[in-house]
C-alpha cells in the first residue's frame, strides 16, 4: 500500500497538550492515544494558528493564517472563495466529510451576492467550510433571555435524547451537561461548582461515545477514498462529567498551578487584562480548580476510553489497515495557570497543542513510536492530507508545509525557523478595557524553539520569554535593556512573515514563471528599435505586410 486511501482526522476541543499520559501528564493515563502514539509519530512542538476555536479551526481547515483568511474570531464569517481542506480533497479525487464541530460561520451575505442557494451542493459545501456533512454538532446549546447561543446547535443529539427518553425541551442542557440534586433540581454545568458533580445522564448516551457512535456509523456506510473529520466537543466546557469518569479524579490529582505573584504583580497592560477577566479571577481560586480540573481530567479519560472503543473497531473491520489517522485539538485550556483561565493568551499551555500522526502504509514503518521536536503548525495538515490522497499541493494557497517527509523518514523538519499565532479581540470587552481601538485590538505571538515574542497593537511594548531557561514563560523579558537583540531579532521573523505573499491565490508558482514569456509569443513587443534586433520568429506577423495608404482628404484608405 504505497498510500492509505483513508484519513481520520481526529480532533479534540479544547485538549491541553501536557494532559495526555504520552505527553507526561503523572496521573491521567492515556493507554489508547498512547497507543496510536506508538503506531505513529508523535508531534512535541505543534502550534495553532489562534488561540480560540474558530478561527483556530479555520485555518486548519483551509490550511491558512488567519491573516490570510480574515476569520479572526468566532462568530467571523470565512468568505465566500477561501479553498479548505475539502476543495483541494475533492481536486485529488477524495471526499471530505464532516462528524461533529466546526465551529465556521457561512459567509451568507457573500453566497447571496454570487446567488448560491445554502441547499444546493456547492452552496451546502461553502456554507459547511467545504465538507459533506454527515452530522455537524457544534456542541452548544446554551439558551438565555435573548434566546439560543446557537439555534442549530446539538439539534440531532437533542433528538438523539429525546427519543431515548430524556424528557427536557434541551437535553443537551439539563441531562449531558448538568447534575441533579435529591429534589430533582437541575444543577447546570454553567457554575463552576457543579463541576463536580456527575452528568445526569447514562455514559454511553452522553456527547463523546455518541459522536464516536456516530464517526463509526460514518466509516461503516461510505467507501473510500475519503477524509472523515470526526471533530469532538469535549473536554471544552461546560466542565461536566458522567460517571464513572466524575468519581475518577479529585483535588489531589490536580497539577501544581503554573503562576507567580511576581508575574501579575509585574504583568504588561494587556495581559494582565486578560488576567482580571472574570474567567480568569475565577481560576485563580483554588476551590474552582479543584472543581473543575478533576472533571475536566474525568472528560479527556472518557475521551481516550472512546478512542480505544474506536480503534478497536477500525482492527475488527480492517479500517486501522488502510486509514491514516491524525488526532490533535484546536487550542489548549489555562485552567488556572499564569492567573487565567479560557485560551486567550499565547502561552503553550493554550497555543500548543497535542499532534499524532498515524500512516499505516509501509513507508512510515522507520517511524513508528517516534517523536519530532519540529515547529510544526495546524495549517500544516492540510497540505499533509492532499499529498496523501495523491494530489499536487497548491501551495500558492496553502501556507503550510507537508509532514508526509516527516512521517516517511525523509526529513527531520518543516524547514521552519519560527511559529506564527494570532489573536483578534476587538470584539472582547477587554479590547474597552484596554481603550484601544477594533484596528489595534490584536496580538501577534512569533516563537522559535527558544524565544517567544508576542506583539500587541496600540502601542504596547512586546512581551518575550526564555522557553529554554523559562519554559513555564513566567519571567517576562520585553522590557529588558539586554535582550534587544533577541527582540529585534524576533520581529524580523514576524516582518517576514508579514511580507509573505499570501493574497495572490489566482495563480500557482508555476504559471507565473510561465507567464514570464508567455507574452512575448503575442505580438507585444517592447523596447525594440529594429525589427532585426528580435528574434524573426517573434515579429514575423509584422514583417512583409502591404496595405493601401490612407488618403487624408478623403479619409479613405
Same mark, same amino acid.
Given at each position: ?23 507526561? !501528564?503523572?496521573?491521567? @493515563? ?6 496510536? =502514539?506508538?503506531?505513529?509519530?508523535? %508531534? ?38 477561501? #479553498? ?18 466546526? @465551529? ?19 452552496? /451546502?459545501?461553502? =456554507? ?34 429525546? *427519543? ?31 463541576? *463536580? ?35 469532538y466537543i469535549k473536554p471544552h466546557w461546560p466542565y461536566i462529567v458522567p460517571e464513572p469518569y466524575a468519581s475518577m479524579y479529585g483535588p489531589k490529582h490536580v497539577q501544581p498551578v503554573v503562576r507567580s505573584q511576581a508575574e501579575r504583580q509585574d504583568a504588561h497592560p494587556v495581559l494582565a487584562a486578560f488576567m482580571n477577566t472574570k474567567v480568569g479571577q475565577a481560576f485563580s481560586r483554588d476551590d ?6 478533576? /472533571? ?22 480492517? #479500517? ?10 484546536? @487550542?489548549?485550556? %489555562? ?32 517511524? #513508528?513510536?517516534?517523536?519530532? $521536536? ?26 503550510? #508545509? ?57 502601542? %504596547? ?21 539586554? !535582550?534587544? $537583540? ?47 534586433? =528580435? ?11 502591404? /496595405?493601401?495608404? %490612407? ?5 479613405? =484608405?
Amino acid at each position: 500500500m504505497a498510500r492509505p486511501p483513508n484519513i481520520l482526522f481526529i480532533m479534540f476541543d479544547q485538549l491541553r497538550w501536557d494532559y495526555l499520559s504520552c505527553y507526561g !501528564h503523572p496521573h491521567l @493515563h492515556t493507554p489508547n492515544i498512547d497507543r496510536l =502514539a506508538a503506531r505513529g509519530v508523535r %508531534f512535541t512542538r505543534a502550534y495553532i494558528q489562534s488561540p480560540i476555536c474558530g478561527s483556530s479551526r479555520m485555518s486548519t481547515y483551509t490550511g491558512r493564517y488567519v491573516h490570510s483568511h480574515g476569520a479572526s474570531w468566532n462568530g467571523i464569517p470565512l468568505k465566500v472563495g477561501e #479553498r479548505t481542506m475539502g476543495d483541494h480533497l475533492r481536486d485529488a479525487g477524495m471526499d471530505c466529510w464532516l462528524v461533529g464541530k466546526t @465551529h465556521m460561520r457561512a459567509d451568507a451575505e457573500g453566497m447571496a451576492r454570487l446567488g448560491l442557494e445554502p441547499d444546493s451542493l456547492i452552496g /451546502a459545501r461553502v =456554507a459547511e467550510c467545504g465538507f459533506d456533512v454527515f452530522e455537524r454538532d457544534d456542541g452548544m446549546r446554551p439558551e438565555g433571555p435573548d434566546g439560543f447561543y446557537d439555534p442549530e446547535g446539538a439539534q440531532q443529539y437533542n433528538a438523539y435524547l429525546s *427519543a431515548k427518553g430524556y424528557d427536557s425541551d434541551n437535553p443537551w442542557h439539563d441531562f449531558a451537561n448538568s447534575g441533579l440534586d435529591a429534589q430533582g433540581n437541575v444543577l447546570s454545568g454553567w457554575f463552576l461548582k457543579n463541576a *463536580a458533580e456527575p452528568a445526569n445522564i447514562a455514559e454511553e448516551d452522553s456527547e463523546t461515545p455518541y459522536l464516536t457512535t456516530r464517526g463509526m456509523d460514518f466509516m461503516k456506510s461510505h467507501k473510500g477514498p475519503w477524509c472523515c473529520h470526526l471533530s469532538y466537543i469535549k473536554p471544552h466546557w461546560p466542565y461536566i462529567v458522567p460517571e464513572p469518569y466524575a468519581s475518577m479524579y479529585g483535588p489531589k490529582h490536580v497539577q501544581p498551578v503554573v503562576r507567580s505573584q511576581a508575574e501579575r504583580q509585574d504583568a504588561h497592560p494587556v495581559l494582565a487584562a486578560f488576567m482580571n477577566t472574570k474567567v480568569g479571577q475565577a481560576f485563580s481560586r483554588d476551590d474552582v480548580r479543584d472543581a473543575v480540573i478533576p /472533571a475536566y481530567m474525568g472528560l479527556i479519560k472518557q475521551a481516550d476510553d472512546q478512542i480505544g472503543r474506536l480503534l478497536d473497531w477500525m482492527e475488527q473491520t480492517g #479500517r486501522l489497515q488502510d486509514t491514516m489517522i491524525v488526532l490533535t485539538s484546536d @487550542h489548549g485550556d %489555562f485552567l488556572g495557570d499564569h492567573w487565567m483561565g479560557e485560551k486567550t493568551f499565547f502561552h503553550d499551555a493554550s497555543t500548543k497543542v497535542p499532534l499524532i500522526i498515524c500512516d499505516p502504509s509501509p513507508r512510515a514503518d522507520a517511524t #513508528r513510536g517516534t517523536t519530532c $521536536d519540529a515547529l510544526v503548525e495546524s495549517i500544516d495538515l492540510a497540505p499533509t492530507f492532499v499529498e496523501t490522497a495523491g494530489g499536487q499541493v497548491a501551495d500558492h494557497i496553502l501556507e503550510g #508545509r507537508s509532514l508526509l517527509p516527516i512521517l516517511h523518514g525523509q526529513a527531520a523538519s518543516t524547514g521552519r525557523d519560527f511559529v506564527i499565532c494570532e489573536y483578534d479581540y476587538s470584539a472582547s470587552p477587554i479590547a474597552e478595557t484596554l481603550g484601544v481601538s477594533v484596528r489595534d485590538a490584536v496580538m501577534f505571538m512569533v516563537a522559535t524553539t527558544r524565544w517567544k515574542l508576542i506583539h500587541c497593537e496600540g502601542g %504596547f511594548r512586546p512581551l518575550l520569554f526564555d522557553l529554554e531557561n523559562d519554559p513555564d514563560e513566567l519571567k517576562d523579558l520585553g522590557a529588558s535593556a539586554e !535582550h534587544a $537583540d533577541v527582540i529585534a531579532e524576533m520581529y524580523d521573523h514576524l516582518f517576514a512573515w508579514t511580507r509573505r505573499q499570501s493574497q495572490r491565490t489566482t495563480r500557482s508558482e508555476q504559471q507565473l514563471i510561465d507567464m514570464r514569456t508567455r507574452s512575448r509569443g503575442k505580438g507585444v513587443i517592447l523596447g525594440v528599435y529594429d525589427e532585426n534586433d =528580435a528574434p524573426l520568429d517573434l515579429t514575423v506577423k509584422y514583417r512583409g505586410r502591404k /496595405a493601401r495608404r %490612407f488618403d487624408d482628404q478623403t479619409g479613405k =484608405a
